[in-house]
């Protein structure tokens, strides 16, 4: 697996709604996020992301990407904040916790580690929703790997994207 980037979009591209991802994802999409959070060693997310859902407790270490100490931090026992760009967040990461690295976080978040080839997999969950904010391309997210899979469940397609086309060596 690897470092696994996940996100979900509504069908037009919404990233949240009124600062949150919950109004956009289904209870199929929620089954899947969180079995594939019992699969890693660690949980890597931006920190916006952090200010604005639900992160009191993670089932492994939390670590926390932003200029500015998260509140959370007193909340959730697991969690780490470090002050560091995305590539040496994720390398002290994979050093300190271990090769199995799941991305959540916002679709810029999200997009640095795609520019910088750092994801081998994405899990992108899309649903009925419409009419949200920050608006991305789904296509322009699929295109970034070489192999997509789709599957449906309920009212939310998945897309289980592998052999990135822009990765590093």
């Keep these: ?40 060693n660690c949980i890597l997310v931006g920190g916006e992301s952090a200010r604005q859902e639900p992160y ?5 270490a939390l670590v926390i990407v932003s200029r500015s100490r998260p509140k959370i931090l007193d909340k959730n026992p697991l969690a780490h904040w470090w002050d560091l760009p995305p590539a040496q967040s994720l390398k002290k990461a994979i050093n300190e916790f271990g090769s199995e690295i799941l991305l959540e976080g916002g679709a810029n978040f999200l997009r640095t580690f795609l520019e910088l080839g750092l994801v081998d997999v994405l899990e992108l969950s899309v649903t009925d929703f419409t009419g949200g904010d920050g608006k991305i391309s789904i296509e322009g997210l699929l295109n970034n790997f070489a192999d997509v899979k789709e599957s449906k469940s309920g009212t939310t397609t998945f897309f289980h994207c592998t052999n990135p086309v822009n990765q590093r060596k």
């Design 56 to 60: 009191t407790t993670s089932p492994v």
């Design 1 to 40: 697996m690897g470092v696994t980037a996940t996100l979900v979009l509504g069908r037009d591209g919404s990233t949240s709604f009124e600062g949150s991802s919950g109004a956009i994802s289904t209870t199929d999409d929620r089954l899947q996020f969180l079995a594939r959070r019992r699969g890693v």
